[in-house]
């Protein structure tokens, strides 16, 4: 099982504000607030967005080697279709909006969000939930 993710962010503050409405969307709890970071917890498994005083580059691309997205369970099929309609208005915004919601292949129910520091989210559609 996953323990924790840390993606570093350079804004603190909105970092704070768009994984926070993600992940209190489904269903995390705040967890740890601190100078340089802010967590978000669901079982055993946290998030935590940071604003390293290490950090060596401005900002994270999701393109390059590394991490290219996190994948999150989200519920039913209606559930991603209300996360991805509320998305643009904190900060996330659609990818492959015209495949949506198939973007991952036929039966891949998904929303594809990218928030303003390029982290790329996937939510994913639960059948039967």
């Known amino acids: 099982m996953l323990h924790h993710v840390e993606p ?22 705040p ?7 802010r967590s978000w917890r669901l079982g055993p498994t946290y998030l935590v967005v940071e604003r390293s005083p290490a950090m060596s580059a401005a900002g994270h691309d999701r ?5 290219n997205h996190l994948a999150f369970h989200a519920g039913p099929p209606g559930r991603v279709d209300a996360l991805a309609a509320e998305a643009p208005g904190h900060g996330w915004t659609p990818l492959f909006a015209d495949r949506y919601p198939y973007a991952g ?4 129910h998904a929303a594809y969000l990218v928030n303003t520091d390029g982290f790329e989210v996937e939510l994913v559609a639960t059948e039967g939930a």
């Open 31 to 37: 967890h740890q607030d601190w100078e340089h970071g």
């Open 105 to 108: 292949g036929p039966g891949h």
């Open 63 to 67: 393109m390059r080697p590394g991490l």
């Open 8 to 29: 570093w962010v350079p804004d603190l503050p909105r970092a704070a504000r768009e994984w926070g409405w993600l992940l209190g969307s489904l269903g995390w709890s």
